[in-house]
């Protein structure tokens, strides 16, 4: 089966282009929102619309600008050395996950500090918000064809346009690539948004222990990230990282995963439970 050949640009109006890729990320940040005040209403907590709202801006800002310094220091950073603007070239293209994770943690901080919350109560509330906005941003990186997967024999692969994996395989020549690859971006929207948002919405429905949420998300998005990755093409400019086998995206996962069981383990220890999200 062919690569469906999708146009990355829905419509322009003259040098305004609306695209896929930036549309997904304001479905994101609304699917945020949308979903942070039906859980406000369920989870108590003091939530109310004016704290969601600024907690989307706050979250947006971090996941936008971690994520563009993440890519850069931890996927182009020699580019970076040789032309320091090449960070502030957003459209260009280049976002990293685990930046952008770094980079909301920081945001919500700041938040925390602003509404005098304990951060780890904030962190157990947005948990559960934001795997549909990951499983768009996938989604927008299968219609850009961005991050075809490794060749497959597989009924589900994709036979991808030779423009697309040119810096895998600089022999393709003509319209398509001689061989099928793993839609990878399919299963990772799959992984991290579908099935990390049950496993979420699941987990929060009765009322947990402080971190226990956000230790779930930590430690069942590096599992799944790290998993989806052995269909993924590493990128060519980096290559396997170390073993002839670990990826970037994986050697990113494995601190989040012992993050991860660590927060499960230290909530095991607290009293203070947050409460429930019933009929969320």
């Not at 322009?12 to 479905?27: D, E, F, Q, T, V």
């Not at 269909?231 to 601190?255: C, K, N, V, Y």
Request: net charge neutral; charged share 10%.
């Amino acid at each position: 089966m062919h690569y469906p050949d999708i146009d990355p640009i829905i419509f322009a109006l003259g040098p305004l282009a609306i695209r896929w890729y930036g549309l997904s990320y304001l479905a994101g940040f609304a699917a945020v929102w949308w979903l942070g005040k039906r859980r406000a209403q369920s989870h108590g907590g003091g939530w109310n619309d004016t704290q969601i709202s600024d907690l989307v801006f706050f979250g947006a800002m971090g996941a936008v600008l971690g994520g563009r310094v993440g890519y850069v220091l931890f996927y182009n950073f020699s580019t970076f050395l040789n032309d320091p603007m090449y960070l502030l070239r957003i459209w260009e293209g280049g976002m990293s996950f685990h930046g952008g994770l770094l980079g909301v943690i920081l945001s919500i901080g700041l938040f925390a500090r602003k509404t005098q919350r304990p951060i780890i109560q904030v962190t157990d509330f947005l948990a559960p918000l934001t795997p549909i906005g990951l499983g768009l941003g996938r989604l927008a990186n299968f219609i850009n064809a961005e991050l075809p997967g490794r060749t497959t024999d597989a009924w589900s692969g994709l036979i991808y346009p030779c423009e697309a994996v040119t810096s895998l395989n600089p022999m393709c020549v003509g319209q398509w690539e001689a061989v099928a690859r793993h839609p990878s971006p399919l299963y990772q929207a799959f992984g991290e948004g579908l099935l990390l948002f049950i496993l979420l919405w699941l987990v929060s429905a009765k009322p947990k222990p402080a971190g226990f949420v956000s230790g779930v998300f930590l430690l069942g998005y590096g599992v799944i990230r790290f998993s989806t990755e052995w269909f993924r093409s590493p990128d060519s400019h980096i290559g396997f990282i170390a073993f002839e086998w670990l990826t970037m995206g994986q050697l990113l996962s494995i601190p989040m995963m012992i993050a991860g069981m660590l927060f499960i383990l230290w909530s095991r220890h607290q009293n203070t439970e947050q409460p429930s999200a019933r009929n969320f």
